[in-house]
């Protein structure tokens, strides 16, 4: 793989901080102003493809209408240095995905405020029409108390309206297996509550170590959302309470009309309830 070059118009790239298929995120330093940053940039390889400049682009968009302390900062696109990158505020916390790594134990105390503050964010990006369609530990960067910024904004997409859902036709599923509701495995247009099923499996892994669904393949993965029950997770975890356990289950229900109707609904409930006993 070609090399980036360490420096983009005025930013110097100081370290890599994330990798993608088609894009690396690095910590730079802003020469002209001082300033530290994080910069989401296309490798070479890609840097031709259009599709590419388009995603960065489509991701400033929504970041642009969708602006919470919760939610990562993107200030603006440039492709000077020649190739495209967003330029976006630096969080400088590992995303939960290291953390449960590291053990859930030590998580414990900081997962209320983690899963409220995450809930508050998805709830900002619904009353404003988007659907997040990515939520996972790895989109998450927590500070060691609690604080967080959801990230990755590539993937959202305007919520489906009733009418949407009742004659939207099928589309690429997209999203991370791990997560993904039934219905947006099978291509449908969604609405917040496919964001519910997928913080109902975050809350699951940073309760139990590990996803509610996991399998040899992804087909295997996929088919078990779409139709396996999800296991108890006082099971795995036998601090976890009979509160939240109810609320996950609730939350991963297959069909969205049995979930929480709403991010408002599910942190109500969140704010009434004890994680663990």
Known sequence: ????????????????????????????????????????????????DSTQRKRLEYELKVAHAVRHPMIIRIDRFSDEGGLPHLVMELYPHPNLKQQIAAGVAPLAARVPRIVLELAMALDHMHARGWVHRDVKPD????????QLKLIDLAIAA???????????GRGRAQ?????MPPEQIRGLPVD?????????????????????????????????????????VEVINSHASAGISRLIR????????????????????????????
């Open 139 to 146: 989109n998450v960067l927590a500070a060691a108390d609690g």
């Open 250 to 277: 609730q939350m991963l229900a297959k069909k969205p009309a049995a979930r929480p109707a709403s991010m408002q609904e599910v942190i109500g409930r969140l704010r009434e309830i004890h994680f663990f006993h």
């Open 192 to 232: 917040a509550r496919a964001d519910i099923y997928a913080l109902g499996c975050t809350i699951f892994e940073l309760l139990a170590g590990r996803p509610p669904f996991t399998a040899a393949n992804h087909n295997d993965l996929l088919n078990k959302h779409v139709s396996a029950a999800a296991p108890a």
């Open 1 to 48: 793989m070609t090399k980036i070059p360490a420096q983009l118009g005025p930013l110097k790239l100081v370290q890599k901080i994330g990798v993608g298929r088609h894009c690396q995120v690095w910590e730079a330093v802003d020469e002209g102003s001082g300033q530290r940053a994080a910069v989401k940039v296309v490798v070479p390889e890609a840097a031709a």
């Open 158 to 168: 305007r919520a489906a309206g009733p009418i949407g859902r009742l004659f939207g």
């Open 175 to 179: 999203g991370s297996h791990s997560y």
